[in-house]
Nanobody, 125 residues
Framework: QLELVESGGGLVQPGGSLRLSCYIP???????IGWFRQSPGKEREAVNC????????HNVQSVEGRFTSSASGAEYSVYLQMENLKLEDSGVYFC???????????????????WGQGTQVTVSS
């Protein structure tokens, strides 16, 4: 079982920044990492995915230009840097690991096999 541990959430004002970490002790290049968020009453939605195949960060449209993911093999971690945060970015953020032999990564939650416990991000003035 692959363990994922998120951290870095918190309270931030609109326009502020946060960096989330997803620590994966057994991280290998076989897994790509998806970042998802869920707000009360809403379905879990993708915001970004990091491809272990090409090392690229992929955003959904709503966060384009504001979010970037990256990885550190030495730290067994994948990071989500979030800039210019908006009120609607609030939610519980999850990282997830999955294998995608025919794609770089995915925005579909059901395609990921391992999930972290989530970290709360609150954007509020």
């Amino acid at each position: 079982q692959l363990e994922l541990v998120e951290s870095g959430g918190g309270l931030v004002q609109p326009g502020g920044s946060l960096r989330l970490s997803c620590y994966i002790p057994d991280f290998s290049g076989y897994y790509s990492i998806g970042w998802f968020r869920q707000s009360p009453g809403k379905e879990r939605e993708a915001v970004n995915c990091y491809s272990s195949t090409d090392g690229n960060s992929h955003n959904v449209q709503s966060v384009e230009g504001r979010f970037t993911s990256s990885a550190s093999g030495a730290e067994y971690s994948v990071y989500l840097q979030m800039e210019n945060l908006k009120l609607e970015d609030s939610g519980v953020y999850f990282c997830a690991a999955g294998r995608f032999p025919y794609a770089s990564c995915s925005f579909v939650p059901s395609e990921y096999s391992h999930w972290g416990q989530g970290t709360q991000v609150t954007v509020s003035s």
